[in-house]
């Protein structure tokens, strides 16, 4: 995966364009997968204005009460942040044997410092910070960056992966955007073949973007 520093910020314009190749950030830099065999890494995004939850994530849209809010803004550093980061990542089992954790550092220079318009949702549960979508945005678009959460089995049963997807969804049918990118599709692989759970989609194969599956 090849990476190219973006030397000025992007317009939401560009933007537009990058996300529609299939272009994924870390901090200011973009890539494209360029493996010599193999191609199945595609880009996925969501038609918003067609988009229908299915009946497990109108349930999982349900469990959440009046218990929890959604704030947004632009994406900043803060040390409960890369706690909760930190958290996520060692109690998923997300580290690899050997790995350090997350610092201040390295969380500001692939999360924060972008060459896209970048912000943030936090979700709360009784005023407690308990998980945060990156999102970088187009003028008609929006980018799903990462989504890191409490790793506590009470948030757990939430299944807030879907609940955070949904919620970016909604954000963009508001917000007047019409494609949400969710990065990398891989059919086969069952830690990216869930994102063909939103639908209706396209992918981009070939160069250009089709309808997918249900």
């Not at 537009?16 to 199945?40: H, I, K, M, W």
């Not at 890369?82 to 201040?104: Q, S």
């Amino acid at each position: 995966m090849p990476l190219y520093r973006q030397l000025r910020p992007l317009t939401l314009v560009e933007s537009d364009a990058r996300f529609a190749n299939a272009e994924r950030r870390v901090g200011q830099c973009l890539y494209l997968t360029a493996c010599p065999t193999c191609s199945e890494c595609q880009g996925l995004r969501v038609l918003v204005d067609e988009f229908k939850p299915s009946k497990s994530q109108r349930r999982v849209r349900n469990r959440w009460g009046d218990d929890m809010r959604i704030e947004y803004g632009r994406a900043i550093f803060n040390q409960e942040k890369l706690d909760l980061f930190n958290r996520h990542k060692r109690e998923r089992g997300l580290i690899d044997e050997g790995d350090e954790e997350m610092t201040h550092l390295g969380y500001v220079s692939w999360l924060v410092d972008s060459c896209f318009h970048t912000m943030e949702m936090r979700y709360y549960l009784r005023d407690e910070l308990i998980g945060v979508s990156i999102l970088d945005l187009g003028k008609t678009s929006m980018s799903s960056v990462y989504f890191y959460f409490e790793p506590s089995e009470e948030v757990n049963k939430l299944s807030p992966g879907v609940y955070s997807a949904l919620q970016e969804i909604e954000f963009c049918k508001r917000s007047g955007r019409k494609h949400l990118y969710l990065g990398l599709y891989v059919k086969d692989c069952r830690s990216l073949s869930y994102k063909s759970d939103y639908g209706p989609h396209e992918v981009l194969r070939d160069g250009d973007w089709r309808r997918g599956e249900p």
